[in-house]
């Protein structure tokens, strides 16, 4: 009788059991999985393991895709890692940064620090593509902008972590909040500590993220007000070493060539390393915002820039959790948004 009485029991976990895996598929419970974090949660509701069983495939494709558009392309890294970045600064990490214009969508691309300036869509659109044919309407846009970041750093030399998932995609975009959202390239320290606590970001965020720039470019228009009127007076910024300031006048002139581009990290413009950091303390961040870090005088964003400079292992890991801590800005899970068809359009 006990066993009888055991059996309904029985058949109720298993319903319940089935219920979870639909309800979240992909719901991993670390099988399978490496390390020490296996089936472990996150406080934003994304888990590492989110794919596991409905598209288990899903990073392995996005590799591919990567592999074979870095090596055609080698800034192609950095665009990518800016996407991400640019997308969780607005409204959260829900791929609402790839939302073309529409009768309701005012798109992000639109915006002072986006237009003409964020690239990587097409490689996007691959790797949607590709699973989309494996794992249809599985995998969300603002995923792949996840993986697509963290692969793209990897690939340049740069540091893995373990990446949490399960983001949807947002129906809506915000131009405003990507005009004011998104770090100006004139930034002073206080405006990016501001800027970076509002997401829920610390120093060590900020600093760390900013090493993102040692892979990349820059356009002459963002940096060109430091070369010959940095605080409105028609001289350079003095913070500038003299020969990196001459080469840097070669490139943009007081007029004209505001497109003309220049390395973020001259030494090392393609590797993933802590040479941007060097580079600082010797005089040669491209950005205000990126001297600004050792100039600023605010809180310990010198001492870091430091400390990174020294240890490249030491920036490698703060960014990888620094890259976890932004990916989980505001992310919407659960039944909020969607799985877009395609990225550039709700469905």
């Known amino acids: 009788m006990a066993i009888l009485k055991l059996i309904p029991l029985l058949v109720i976990i298993a319903l319940f059991s089935f219920d979870l895996g639909v309800a979240h598929p992909g719901f991993g419970f670390g099988w399978g999985s490496n390390g020490p974090n ?50 969780c600064f607005v409204q959260g990490c829900d791929a609402s940064i790839l939302l073309d214009d529409s009768a309701t969508i005012r798109s992000e691309k639109n915006a002072g620090p986006n237009k003409n300036s964020i690239k990587g869509f097409q490689v996007i659109d691959e790797i949607k593509a590709k699973l989309e044919q494996v794992c249809p309407q599985i995998v969300s846009c603002a995923d792949i902008l996840a993986l697509a970041a963290r692969g793209s ?38 405006n990016l500590l501001t800027m ?3 997401k829920g970001l610390n120093q060590e965020d900020l600093v760390s993220l900013s090493g993102g720039h040692t892979i990349g470019v820059a356009r002459c228009t963002t940096f060109k007000q430091r070369l010959y009127n940095q605080n409105g007076n028609n001289q350079p910024d003095e ?50 915002s990126d001297q600004a870090l050792l100039t600023g005088n605010v809180g310990k964003t010198a001492e870091l820039v430091k400390a990174y400079a020294e240890d490249e292992s030491l920036f490698f890991e703060q960014f990888a959790k620094s890259m976890v801590n932004m990916g989980n800005i505001q992310p919407l899970t659960g039944v909020n948004g969607e799985i877009r068809k395609n990225c550039h359009v709700i469905n």
């Open 38 to 87: 296996i089936g472990r949660t996150f406080s934003s509701g994304l888990f590492p393991q989110f794919y596991q069983f409905s598209c288990p495939q899903a990073d392995e494709i996005v590799m591919t895709v990567l592999e074979k558009a870095i090596a055609k392309d080698t800034r192609m890294a950095a665009s990518l890692l800016r996407l991400h970045f640019h997308d």
């Open 196 to 198: 970076f606590q509002r």
């Open 239 to 288: 913070t500038l070493e003299r020969s990196y300031y001459y080469g840097l006048r070669s490139i943009c002139p007081p007029s004209g060539g505001d497109n003309n581009i220049s390395p973020l990290d001259l030494a090392s413009p393609s590797r993933f390393d802590n040479t941007y950091f060097k580079l600082i303390l010797w005089g040669k961040g491209l950005l205000t």
């Open 153 to 190: 750093t990897m690939l340049s030399g740069g540091p893995s972590w373990e990446l949490p998932l399960g983001r949807r995609d947002s129906r809506t975009a915000s131009l405003n909040g990507a005009n004011t959202n998104i770090p100006a390239p004139n930034s002073t320290i206080q």
